[in-house]
């Protein structure tokens, strides 16, 4: 019993303990440290953003001529199906150069065969 009731001061006092601690370190955290500084930069998108719509209007043109004079060598399925992966691999491109606050498109990693067939 003696052990149980000791256990349940030590628990209390230590309890009061941290309060205190927190409340103490909670009136400096709210004071700014002359000694630390913070700078704050703002990434410009508009490049990356100027970039991606260049080349999404030059993907859609070209798309659309593919439609409208489809290849020879490529069946409808096919086109679909490339098209599409060329649409997401430069959505992807864009997600990646946000990430990266880059200034221009990755470059892409995927052949698309676009630019041989005009």
């Known amino acids: 019993m003696r052990v149980h009731h000791s256990l349940q001061i030590v628990t209390v006092v230590t309890t009061f303990a941290a309060l205190a601690a927190c409340s103490s370190n909670r009136r400096v955290r709210n004071q700014p440290d002359p000694a630390y500084s913070t700078v704050t930069l703002q990434w410009d998108s508009g490049p990356l953003d100027r970039s991606y719509n260049s080349e999404r209007v030059d993907m859609e043109a070209r798309h659309n001529q593919e439609n409208s004079y489809p290849r020879a060598d490529e069946s409808s399925d096919q086109r679909v199906r490339r098209q ?15 990430a990266a606050h880059a200034k221009t498109m990755p470059p892409s990693d995927q052949d698309h065969h676009d630019k041989s067939h005009r």
Do not use: I, M
Not at 84 to 98: F, H, N, P
């Open 84 to 98: 599409s992966s060329e649409t997401q691999d430069l959505d992807r491109r864009y997600a990646q150069g946000k």
